[in-house]
């Protein structure tokens, strides 16, 4: 038995793990994205160079994801395939594990729950609870990109803004994760490198308490949604010259291209929730944060030679991860472009 709607809750919580420890910058104007390439790279792309951490003879090769990226390029990076080849472990993107506390059977009598909190109150419709003009743009872009789901429309705004825009980016030739942590995943195999799971786990002690916090003190949905609206109205074009930038290893490009701050006004819509407080949950980047440096500070005692994956905005960011290593000490060398 699928137990997805039970666990999507859950899910959108792991949102946050994600979350930058600083404000996201403002999505970039039309006038700075109207000349932008909106035709995106296909075939085989060699993706950007690493950032090179290193104490002593130790070093770790940190690859940067983005997503969304071509959904028809290829990824292959010899320098990652040759790093990976004499490594001695791998280290996978940091996440949340999430642990709902209950047994089979309480799983299944989560699922009527489950369903309610994704739904509006008292089956309102997102023609309800969201203005005029938002509603509108909302039904032009449903038309657009969901106009087969008529279940959305009784949807919470957060959890309709997300499904929304994963239907947009597919149909923009764009793809979640480019393929990029499968041909990691088959590296690995080839080579004999152990992946190591970086995980700051989070049990949910009492599911059903947790989405009954989450129906009395709702995340800002409304702002989520509106957001995503305009994510998909205006940066589609900057998220297609980004998606580029990563696939062809502009980095210059990436710095330039700030990110759409779709991601963090849903973040900070569940963040600032009390339920968030209430189950303890509302530091977890800080947390998951602190996991990672944990991981990557072993790795370098341990190993020779370690590769991970950290997100982009993370390693171009000047606070990020990697300021915090190198206010250790250790050695943070950027890739040549």
């Known amino acids: 038995m699928r137990l997805r709607p039970a666990i999507s809750l859950i899910a959108l919580i792991a949102l946050m793990a994600g979350a930058p420890l600083r404000a996201a910058p403002p999505p970039p104007s039309s006038t700075n994205v109207a000349d932008l390439p909106a035709v995106l790279v296909t075939g085989v792309q060699p993706g950007p160079g690493m950032w090179r951490v290193s104490r002593g003879d130790h070093e770790l090769w940190i690859l940067g994801t983005l997503s969304p990226l071509p959904r028809g390029m290829t990824w292959q990076s010899r320098e990652v395939e040759s790093v990976i080849a004499s490594a001695q472990q791998i280290l996978l993107p940091p996440s949340v594990k999430m642990k709902v506390d209950t047994g089979w059977l309480g799983k299944l009598f989560l699922l009527p729950s489950a369903y309610s909190a994704r739904k509006n109150e008292d089956g309102k419709t997102l023609q309800q609870v969201l203005s005029a003009p938002t509603y509108a743009r909302w039904q032009a872009l449903k038309q657009t990109y969901l106009s087969d789901k008529r279940s959305v429309e009784r949807w919470r705004p957060i959890f309709a803004a997300q499904e929304l825009y994963k239907a947009a980016i597919k149909a923009n ?75 062809t290893g502009d980095l210059q490009l990436l710095r330039e291209l700030p990110d759409s701050n779709r991601r963090q006004a849903c973040i900070d819509a569940l963040a600032d929730a009390g339920f968030a407080r209430q189950l303890g949950i509302d530091d977890i980047p800080e947390k998951v944060q602190a996991t990672w440096l944990a991981a990557a500070r072993k790795a370098l005692e341990t190993n020779r030679q370690t590769f991970a994956m950290l997100s982009m905005d993370e390693l171009l960011k000047p606070d990020g991860y990697l300021a915090k290593l190198r206010a250790e000490g250790y050695t943070i060398e950027e890739p040549v472009e």
């Not at 995340?219 to 509106?226: G, K």
């Not at 205006?234 to 990563?246: C, F, Q």
């Open 173 to 247: 030739g764009l793809s979640n994760s480019g393929g990029v942590k499968a041909a990691v995943d088959a590296l690995a195999k080839q080579h004999g490198v152990a992946e190591t799971a970086v995980e700051y786990p989070v049990t949910i002690e009492h599911p059903r308490a947790a989405i009954k916090a989450f129906k009395q003190a709702a995340p800002n949905d409304v702002m989520c949604m509106s957001r995503t609206l305009d994510a998909i109205e205006h940066d589609l074009p900057s998220m297609k010259a980004r998606a580029n930038a990563w696939a």
